[in-house]
C-alpha cells in the first residue's frame, strides 16, 4: 500500500524566510501529487499538482512543488512567506490508474509565520 | 466558485447511536469521496462511490458503515453504532470526473464527538 511522509511536523519561521516542506511517498507506480492547504478554520484547499509533463510545478500563492522521480519527493517550496501562509500542509498522492483514484495523505506540516 | 458543503458543522453523539453525516458535492461532480481525521492523526481515506455504487473502501469501513445518495445533490456517511473511536473530523470531497488530473474538493468538514 503507498504512503505518504512529510518530514516536518511544525515550521516556524519570519515573514520573508524562505520556505521548503518535504514530502516522500512509498509507492513505484505512476502517481498523481498534490499539495492542500488548509487555513484555520477552512477546508483543505488544492495548493498545486503533478500529474506529468513538467516536474517543476507552480500552483496559487506563489507555492510551486517539485516532483523527484528518483527520490520519490514532491517538496513544496515558497521562496518569501507571508504571515498568512500560517497554516498546516498536506501532500496527498494518488494512483494514476486505481478506480475512485483515493488520496492518501502525509501527517501533515503546520506553518507558523511570524510577522 | 462552487463548494462542497457539509452540515452539521459538529456533531455530538452517546455512544451507540446512529448518526448521519450530510454532504452536498459540487453540481456537476460524479465522483464523492469521504475522509476522516482523528485528532493529531493523518487524514485517512474511507470510502468512494461512483456511479451509484462504492468504488473503493478502506478497512475501516466496516459494516457500521453506509453511504447514500439519496437524490441527486446529497450523499451521506451514516455510522450505525457510534464507538467512541469514532470521535473524528469527517471530511467530503468530490471529484468532476474521470482521469487523474481531476483533484478533489473538500468541504469544511463536521466535527464528530462520541461521548
Not at chain 2, 467530503?92 to 463536521?110: E, I, L, M, V
Request: proline share 4%; charged share 20%.
Amino acid at each position: 500500500a503507498q504512503s505518504v511522509s512529510q518530514h516536518n511536523h511544525h515550521v516556524i519561521l519570519s515573514e520573508a524566510a524562505s520556505l521548503e516542506l518535504g514530502c516522500n511517498y512509498s509507492y513505484g507506480g505512476t502517481v498523481n501529487l498534490f499539495w492542500y492547504v488548509q487555513y484555520p478554520g477552512q477546508h483543505l484547499q488544492l495548493l498545486l499538482k503533478y500529474f506529468s509533463g513538467d516536474p517543476l510545478v507552480k500552483g496559487i500563492k506563489g507555492f510551486e512543488a517539485e516532483f523527484i522521480k528518483s527520490k520519490f519527493s514532491f517538496n513544496l517550496r515558497k521562496p518569501s512567506v507571508q504571515w498568512s501562509d500560517t497554516a498546516e500542509y498536506f501532500c496527498a498522492v494518488s494512483l494514476l490508474k486505481a478506480a475512485g483514484n483515493k488520496l492518501t495523505f502525509g501527517g501533515g506540516t503546520r506553518v507558523l509565520v511570524k510577522p | 466558485e462552487p463548494e462542497v458543503t457539509q452540515t452539521p458543522s459538529h456533531q455530538v453523539t452517546q455512544m451507540g447511536q446512529e448518526v448521519i453525516l450530510r454532504c452536498v458535492p459540487i453540481s456537476n461532480h460524479l465522483y464523492f469521496y469521504w475522509y476522516r481525521q482523528i485528532l493529531g492523526q493523518k487524514v485517512e481515506f474511507l470510502v468512494s462511490f461512483y456511479n451509484n455504487e462504492i468504488s473503493e473502501k478502506s478497512e475501516i469501513f466496516d459494516d457500521q458503515f453506509s453511504v447514500e445518495r439519496p437524490d441527486g445533490s446529497n450523499f451521506t456517511l451514516k455510522i450505525r453504532s457510534t464507538k467512541l473511536e469514532d470521535s473524528a473530523m469527517y471530511f467530503c470531497a468530490s471529484r468532476k470526473g474521470q482521469g487523474g488530473n481531476q483533484p478533489q474538493h473538500f468541504g469544511d468538514g463536521t466535527r464528530l464527538s462520541i461521548l
